[in-house]
């Protein structure tokens, strides 16, 4: 399995709509997970951290199984402005201070 | 002003120039970080430094080398740049302690192409 692995998308989604990313993870040590969000050609920022308990921002919604190295990432009500590359990250092999990063899913909301 | 910079913005360069890439920090932050991002590869760490004495390779450091000049300056050089190393490379920093103290905050990028 891949360290950080993500659905490859493209999303293509009207807006409005509902949309969700799956991502998995094989480390079972890891401690801190993330979603970072990236504009095309910008660096990327966080969105979220993701909570075992499950934890909710607006219209973003992160989960996370540790049974089955999981995480997920919803968007309700989709924006323009959602149009962006979704990054899952979790802290890598060398402890709490480096991250691994997912390839990306890229998100396109249409009006 | 920025909190995490990077300089130069782009650089075009030839097969075999050396090239050094600098990132500048106003955060007070502790550890650095660069990693490089390809197209479909997603962002891999290349260096990494929890202070001015301590330096870690990450997971594609063959080829490059860093420069921890003080706490708040971290660089990158590419002793002799090969065509691969064509890529978008971003610094990281993040605080020791904190709420969020696993959150990276990243500069705005080095766009670099090496013909």
């Known amino acids: 399995r891949k360290e950080v692995e993500q659905d490859p998308g493209p999303f293509n989604v009207p807006e409005g709509a509902t949309v969700a990313f799956n991502c998995t993870y094989s480390?079972?040590?890891?401690?801190?997970f993330f979603w970072y969000r990236q504009d095309c050609r910008k660096e990327p920022k966080l969105l979220m951290s993701v909570y075992s308990s499950g934890n909710e921002d607006g219209r973003f919604t992160a989960q996370l199984n540790r049974a089955s190295q999981y995480i997920s990432l919803l968007i309700r009500d989709s924006k323009l402005s959602d149009s962006a590359t979704y990054l899952c990250?979790?802290?890598?092999?060398?402890?709490?201070?480096?991250?691994?990063f997912g390839k990306g899913t890229m998100l396109l909301v249409s009006p | 002003d920025a909190d995490v910079t990077q300089t130069p913005r782009n650089r075009i360069t030839k097969t075999g120039k050396r090239i050094m890439l600098e990132c500048s920090q106003t955060?007070?932050?502790?550890?650095m970080y660069w990693y490089r991002q390809d197209p479909g590869l997603g962002l891999r760490l290349i260096y990494y430094s929890f202070d001015v004495k301590d330096i870690n390779k990450g997971e594609i450091s063959d080829g490059y080398s860093v420069s921890r000049q003080a706490q708040a300056k971290f660089s990158l050089s590419l002793e002799s740049a090969i065509p691969n190393q064509t890529a978008l490379y971003f610094c990281?920093?993040?605080?020791?302690?904190?709420?969020?103290?696993?959150?990276?905050?990243f500069g705005p990028g080095t766009r670099l192409t090496v013909l």
């Open positions: 480390n079972s040590a890891s401690q801190s």
């Open positions: 990281a920093t993040i605080p020791r302690w904190g709420q969020n103290y696993n959150e990276q905050f």
């Open positions: 990250v979790v802290n890598g092999k060398s402890g709490y201070s480096t991250l691994t």
């Open positions: 955060k007070g932050h502790d550890r």
